[in-house]
């Protein structure tokens, strides 16, 4: 998500102890977080792509270049790993070998740019990308603050990832490296290739979030169904001015 429960609940006067609008605000955050990246063009396939898939999950996007077109442009970016890029006709994959970066190609690994050394090869789905990009959503890290498993924060412009429970005040994460085993000990990885989500995207997430918890009565719609059935849905809402502002911020450039 594009931001955090307890950030909402800040912005709305909300107690951060009370928990009693935890399941109604995570859903809502969840709706923000997805359509704002789908509002961006931030998606591949089906799958909203603005924020980073975990490790060892991948996205696969294909393009069609034009006659000695040299430049591709990723959906979901800043780019972190590249796995697999392929040039093939008729998606035969299986038959051609993986183009090798800085023989073939270059990467922008912030704008999401490939830059093939010569020029891609044209035609309908003619180039297969299978990569992990995006932003992470990290707040910045508190001695005081407890972490689950599976977060992350900010530390002297460096992403460390909760690898296990910090439940007091501990260690700053540069010197509290996880080590896996039988017996375990510290608490974080650091991930020097992730990017941090923008803070304007953080603001805009919160803002859009606690305007439709406040509104969350009026953008509910009951209606009757056929042979006396129910159906709820819910009407579609403005994104406010700010949020429109980073939407436009986040839109991509163009695509090969």
């Not at 010569?118 to 001695?143: C, E, I, K, M, P």
């Not at 490296?177 to 953080?202: D, M, N, Q």
């Given at each position: ?41 931030r ?103 407890t972490?689950?498993p599976?977060g ?36 974080w ?22 305007y ?45």
């Amino acid at each position: 998500m594009l931001c955090a429960i307890t950030q909402v609940k800040y912005n709305l006067g909300i107690d951060p102890a009370d928990t009693s609008a935890d399941v109604v605000l995570s859903g809502i955050v969840a709706g923000v977080s997805s359509s704002i990246a789908r509002a961006a063009g931030r998606y591949v396939g089906a799958r909203d792509a603005l924020e980073l898939t975990p490790a060892g999950v991948y996205q696969t996007e294909f393009f069609s270049p034009n006659f000695r077109f040299r430049q591709i442009y990723t959906h979901c970016f800043p780019i972190v790993e590249v796995s697999d890029l392929r040039e093939a006709l008729y998606e035969q994959w299986d038959q051609v070998t993986p183009l090798v970066l800085n023989q073939d190609y270059q990467i922008y690994l912030e704008t999401g740019e490939l830059t093939r050394i010569v020029w891609f090869l044209q035609g309908v789905r003619t180039v297969r990308l299978t990569y992990r990009g995006g932003y992470t959503f990290a707040t910045d890290w508190n001695a005081a603050d407890t972490y689950a498993p599976g977060g992350a924060v900010q530390y002297l412009g460096v992403i460390y990832r909760c690898e296990a429970a910090v439940t007091v005040a501990g260690t700053s994460p540069d010197q509290d490296p996880y080590v896996a085993g039988l017996a375990p000990t510290g608490h974080w990885t650091a991930a020097p290739a992730e990017y941090p989500l923008p803070a304007f995207v953080v603001e805009a997430a919160v803002l859009q979030s606690a305007y439709w918890f406040k509104r969350r009565n009026q953008l509910g719609v009951s209606g009757g169904g056929a042979a006396g059935g129910n159906t709820s849905w819910y009407a579609k809402d403005e994104f406010l001015p700010q949020v429109r502002d980073a939407i436009l911020m986040l839109h991509p450039r163009k695509y090969g």
